[in-house]
């Protein structure tokens, strides 16, 4: 399984990809693999949005509100970030949209189907990466498959084609400790894309690497996204990583340990200008000024 060759095959949204088979794009959309309850179409030209939160409400103990009237919308192939500061309830927010929790008000709608309260429909990435120590990569990107019911030994063969586009070429049968830091994030996210959903939320992902890795990681990221045709919320308290990565970016305010529910302060637009130094430029400058006015 190390060293799968290269397929260079057709995915979804008619972009190639140097690494997956079209059986394994299919499978990890959930077309032919258990975990299909995952899967949706992939793409835009609908008008519909890939994922919306309206006019949420959320709240853990029925009685204090975190976030109050929260709407955010990610189109299909869009990535967006969510931006607030430590405890303003951005994860409480990816619980919500992750269908792990019920808002005391307000709908969850993916692909325009209402799936509110109901979990397994989106892929999600947690704060922390949380590869099994016990597990290989692979093992551990695999598991997502196997919980669906899927055998090791075939959901190893979905995954093992992977391994290249996602930077992790000869990293099949290595164990958690014995990887980067970036390393283990490309993994984490690959467990991710393997849940099967086309709309992925990521809580804080790029958090726990130094600066160069994150930025490497992060253009890896868009490219990816984009080429899998996936749509993608990012949460983060990190603004120039919004900045470098998003077109539309939610700013979160409010202090809801203080009783002050937070809420969508505003939504800024990223002109993103094709350039290796677009953080460089106005309009990055631009963007990254208006968010962090909004954050106050
Ligand atoms: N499981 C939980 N039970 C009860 N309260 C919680 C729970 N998780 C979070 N909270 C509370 O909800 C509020 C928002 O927390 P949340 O974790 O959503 O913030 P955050 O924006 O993700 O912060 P950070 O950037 O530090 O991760 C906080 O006041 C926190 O104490
Ligand atoms: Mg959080």
Redesign the pocket.
Known sequence: MAGAGEKNVQVADGTRSPAASSADARSVRGEDCPSAGASRPVGGGTGIPALEARDLTLS??GE?V??QGVDVTVEPGEVCCLV????????????ALAGLTMPMSGRVLLHGEDVTGRPGRVSYML?KDLLLPSHRIIDNVCLPLVLAGMKKAEAREKAAPLFERFGLAGCELKWPSELSGGMRQRAAFLRTYLMGADVTLL??PFSALDALTRVDVRRWFVDVVAELGLSALV?T?DVDEAVSMASRIYV?AGA??AGEP?HVAGIVPVNRVASESFELTDEYLAAKRRVMALLG
């Not at 607030?84 to 619980?95: E, F, M, P, Q």
């Open positions: 853990w103990d204090h975190v976030v607030g500061r430590s405890g303003c309830g951005k994860t409480t927010i990816l619980h704060q809580d804080e949460i308290h979160l809801p340990a937070s």
